[in-house]
């Protein structure tokens, strides 16, 4: 397909999932306030169990359109394959450097079917989604405001989640912000404010900070089963011509098909192994970003080292993968030693490579097998059956008049209303 080609499907991809998701607004709205009066009189778990599933078909939608229709690769590591196996509650965190992190979340919880169970710690100006800034905090999603944290309000939204019978995926950004090269100061400024501390700058992730991850581990302790460490590394963040970071792909990049493949690095931490007072935490959580930090550096400088070894515990793991069959035997062209000051040359021969040097042109098919990576598809069963449900609820609505009144009703009287609510309850 000729370049222009790719480009007007990547347009008419983005084009129309950008419809469809935000028009079957109103009736995922609908089907909501169906089941909370059905449930109004059970118990919360009763109707958490129907509102995950209700979520779960919304997610595997948004997979439909950014995994499914892109067709990018997934490609895993570390304990992925026996955490994708376990039905746990967990506290999920991860580097920020995309919107498109969330749809991160998605391709793991999906894969290990706990889509459904993900709530979100969130930045406080998502609520000005229409309808879906409202509902993200009923499923149980957690508003936090940048430079004005509210512990109170937290450990309100906290204490949902330690119901026995409500599973969920906390998810947090420590980071609190996207790492953009775009804009060095903040990174400057995070750089500094580890210096400040005595803490190891940071080279390729933001300085974490602690406190609403502490504040869920302490109070979710007895609740959780064990922390996931997420490290994720968008191809498309590096312009590999000249080995300088850009920007991470972000939603309307992956939707035009710009992002080819994730990888995605998880390490499953048993919660007995975690600090119990805050000042260990808060060490401990530094030092984890570290170790992301050099687990990410290969992908970041195309330069495979010590660190690589994010390979999953078991290196078996490469042999039930064909994915990287092609790139079984590469010739020396395609193995690049690094300049002195650890740039990369895109035209060295053969004859500038040293034996034993690891280093190459950033190529990734290589790394990711060096690194113990294992290319995981998703079933077509997975977001096929939400993509005809929610297609069909959108036919229906716009069947006749009446009910595309009903579509302008829910939609409008539903925003103001749900404003309203949000503003009233205060939740952050």
């Known amino acids: 397909m000729s370049d222009q080609g790719v480009k007007f499907k990547g347009l008419c991809r983005y084009g129309f999932g950008c419809a469809m998701l935000l028009g079957i607004t109103p009736q995922y709205l609908g089907a909501w306030l169906v089941w909370r009066g059905i449930t109004l009189p059970l118990p919360a778990w009763v109707y958490q169990w129907g509102d995950d599933h209700l979520y779960s078909m919304y997610q595997r939608l948004v997979l439909f359109f950014f995994e499914t229709c892109t067709g990018v690769e997934v490609v895993m590591y570390g304990d992925s394959e026996d955490l994708l196996t376990k039905k746990e509650t967990v506290l999920y965190f991860a580097n920020h450097q995309s919107t498109v992190d969330w749809v991160v979340a998605d391709m793991v919880s999906v894969r290990a079917n706990s889509i459904g169970h993900l709530r979100y710690v969130m930045k406080n100006t998502l609520q000005l989604l229409p309808l879906y800034g409202w509902y993200f905090y009923t499923h149980g999603c957690i508003y936090v405001k940048r430079g004005c944290f509210n512990q109170g309000k937290m450990m309100q939204a906290l204490d949902y989640l330690k119901h026995p019978k409500i599973p969920s995926w906390l998810i947090i950004f420590p980071e609190g912000t996207r790492f953009h090269?775009?804009?060095?100061?903040?990174?400057?400024?995070?750089?500094?404010?580890?210096?400040?501390?005595?803490?190891t700058p940071l080279q390729h992730l933001l300085t974490p900070k602690h406190k609403g991850m502490w504040l869920a581990v302490e109070h979710l302790h007895s609740k959780l089963d064990a922390l996931y460490d997420v490290s994720v590394f968008y191809e498309g963040s590096v312009d590999t011509r000249t080995g300088e970071r850009r920007d991470a792909p972000q939603l309307v990049d992956f939707l035009l098909g710009r992002c080819s493949r994730v990888h995605i690095k998880v390490r499953r931490i048993p919660i007995s192994q975690v600090p119990k007072t805050e000042e260990k935490f808060k060490t401990w959580l530094h030092e984890t970003f570290v170790e992301k930090d050099a687990l990410l550096?290969?992908?970041?400088?195309?330069?495979?080292?010590?660190?690589?070894?994010?390979?999953?515990?078991?290196?078996?793991?490469?042999?039930?993968?064909?994915?990287?069959?092609?790139?079984?035997?590469?010739?020396?062209?395609?193995?690049?030693?690094?300049?002195?000051?650890?740039?990369?040359?895109?035209?060295?021969?053969?004859?500038?490579?040293?034996?034993?040097?690891?280093?190459?042109?950033?190529?990734?098919?290589?790394?990711?097998?060096?690194?113990?990576?294992?290319?995981?598809?998703?079933?077509?069963?997975?977001?096929?059956?939400?993509?005809?449900?929610?297609?069909?609820?959108?036919?229906?609505?716009a069947w006749s008049p009446w009910t595309r009144r009903l579509f302008w009703s829910l939609l409008g009287y539903g925003t103001l209303g749900t404003y309203a609510w949000l503003a009233v309850r205060n939740v952050c």
């Open 297 to 397: 550096r290969p992908f970041f400088t195309g330069v495979i080292d010590s660190s690589c070894e994010l390979a999953s515990r078991n290196e078996s793991q490469v042999d039930r993968t064909n994915s990287f069959s092609s790139t079984q035997e590469l010739d020396a062209q395609n193995v690049l030693r690094t300049s002195k000051s650890g740039s990369l040359y895109p035209d060295l021969d053969s004859d500038n490579v040293v034996n034993g040097d690891v280093s190459f042109k950033y190529n990734y098919n290589r790394l990711s097998r060096q690194c113990g990576g294992v290319t995981s598809p998703l079933s077509l069963w997975a977001t096929v059956p939400s993509f005809l449900v929610f297609g069909a609820s959108c036919v229906v609505m």
């Open 181 to 199: 090269p775009s804009t060095p100061s903040a990174i400057e400024k995070s750089k500094e404010f580890a210096c400040k501390n005595n803490l």
